[in-house]
């Protein structure tokens, strides 16, 4: 069993609705959580990250953690076109980032 | 932009030679990573380096060597390459509470 998974999808959904992307660990001492969009041929780059349970809101986005369940969410609203990529779920034991364990990514596609 | 450049870009080498990546960050970041990310495995760590000549091992690191002279460059070197190692690698650089990636180096070995 991995320590991270992300279902892969893939998902497509209508423009405008909202997205739901979610990701399980089995590692109570991860404590920080990420998130990561990847367009097709490039780097990941970070959309949120967050410390413990909890939600954080930047934008259309917000993440979620609960630590209880094991289990962290991102909700996109009001999707839009330019939001289809690999969206990437990570976590670490301590602050600072070495030795982020991943999720194998979900891809995303927003239908106009 | 992280100022992150990565070469090359795209290499198709064949079984059993040596192969280099090279990273080069402007920003001058203690810590810097190679990952490779493969379809159902998603990134994991080869190598990792908190200073000029420090460097440790992650999960995937049999088969890569790597190398850090200058603060600004980190080097990751396949000793012989194998089918295996085909693969995209990306660097990053650790910035106490992000990671930027940079743009990745596309390995194809025949």
């Known amino acids: 069993q991995k320590e991270v998974e992300q279902d892969p999808g893939p998902l497509s959904v209508p423009e405008g609705a909202i997205v739901s992307l979610n990701c399980t660990y089995s590692?109570?001492?991860?404590?920080?959580f990420m998130w990561y969009r990847q367009y097709s041929r490039k780097g990941p780059e970070l959309l949120m990250y967050?410390?413990?349970?909890g939600n954080k809101e930047d934008g259309r986005f917000t993440a979620q953690v609960d630590k209880s369940s094991k289990y962290i969410s991102l909700f996109i609203r009001d999707s839009q076109p330019s939001d289809s990529a690999t969206y990437l779920c990570?976590?670490?034991?301590?602050?600072?980032?070495?030795?982020?364990?991943f999720g194998t990514g979900t891809r995303l596609t927003i239908i106009p | 932009d992280a100022g992150i450049t990565q070469s090359p870009r795209h290499k198709v080498t064949e079984t059993g030679t040596p192969v280099t990546l090279r990273c080069h960050q402007t920003?001058?970041?203690?810590?810097m990573y190679w990952y490779r990310q493969d379809p159902g495995h998603g990134l994991r760590l080869i190598h990792y380096?908190?200073?000029?000549?420090?460097?440790d091992k992650g999960e995937v690191s049999d088969g890569y060597s790597v190398s850090r002279s200058k603060t600004e460059d980190f080097l990751l070197t396949l000793e012989s390459a194998t089918s295996s190692q085909t693969s995209v690698y990306f660097c990053?650089?650790?910035?106490?509470?992000?990671?930027?990636f940079g743009e990745g180096s596309w390995l194809t070995v025949v």
């Open positions: 990570a976590m670490s034991l301590e602050f600072g980032n070495e030795k982020l364990t």
């Open positions: 590692n109570s001492a991860f404590q920080y």
């Open positions: 967050t410390y413990s349970s």
């Open positions: 920003e001058n970041h203690r810590y």
């Open positions: 380096s908190y200073g000029v000549k420090d460097t």
């Open positions: 990053a650089i650790g910035t106490g509470n992000t990671i930027y």
